[in-house]
């Protein structure tokens, strides 16, 4: 069937590293994507995003790559710092005929960083 | 605050009761959205709005579920005879166009 999951679970990094969170996506005819971020207790927060005719784009400390190819998405944190704890979810974001732009989350990655 | 916003943040029932949420989302989006989330789970689709007309509605959205948005600003999810496979976090998100912004969500425990 069609869904967007996650290759790790957790991923546990030290306070300055680089972390890297993977996300691969099935469905071809998928033409947006985004990352959330959710800590405990909250809603999802918007990170970044990425439309399909990209494959690169980057905001303040993160970058997400896209490899359509593979159908693939990667999330990458510079410096990670003990804020950034959290589950984090790719989406998917469809145009289902109805223009709602539904969103299809995986089952999320949970980021440790270590002090 | 500009952000979207959910009453109550959490909600105790007991099975067999109705219960009732509602979400004010961003001033300037037409699009409002709800999703359930379950523990160590993803976000799942519910149902969707543009402005007052409901477009969408999940295969999770039994017929116990109701929801509107009479005026196309705030929205109300509505549970009928709970029970107690409802217990989950509930959200909502809007937007002006594909990028969803979610509230606090409604946590719902079914006893």
């Known amino acids: 069937g069609e869904s967007v999951g996650l290759h790790l679970p957790t991923l546990s990094v030290q306070e300055g590293d680089n972390s890297i969170i993977n996300c691969a996506y099935s469905n071809s005819a998928s033409d947006y994507f985004i990352w959330y971020k959710q800590e405990s207790g909250k809603g999802p927060q918007f990170i970044i995003d990425i439309r399909s005719n990209m494959d690169k784009r980057q905001g303040q400390r993160v970058t997400v790559l896209l490899n359509k190819t593979v159908k693939h998405l990667s999330l990458q944190i510079a410096a990670t710092q003990p804020g950034d704890s959290a589950v984090y979810f790719c989406?998917?974001?469809?145009?289902?005929?109805?223009?709602?732009?539904?969103?299809?989350f995986g089952k999320g990655t949970k980021l440790s960083v270590i002090p | 605050d500009t952000g979207v916003s959910q009453d109550p943040r959490h909600k105790i029932t007991k099975r067999g009761q109705n219960v009732t949420f509602r979400c004010d989302p961003i001033?300037?989006?037409?699009?409002l959205y709800w999703y359930r989330q379950t523990l160590g789970q993803g976000p799942e689709f519910l149902t969707y709005?543009?402005?007052?007309?409901?477009?969408?509605k999940s295969r999770l959205l039994s017929d116990r579920f109701s929801a509107e948005r009479p005026k196309g600003s705030f929205s109300t999810l509505e549970i009928q005879r709970t029970e107690q496979g409802d217990s989950a976090m509930y959200l909502c998100a809007s937007s002006g166009r594909e990028t969803q912004y979610f509230g606090p969500g409604t946590r719902l425990l079914v006893l």
């Open positions: 989406a998917e974001n469809r145009n289902s005929g109805a223009g709602s732009y539904q969103l299809t």
């Open positions: 001033s300037e989006h037409n699009r």
């Open positions: 709005f543009q402005n007052e007309a409901q477009l969408e």
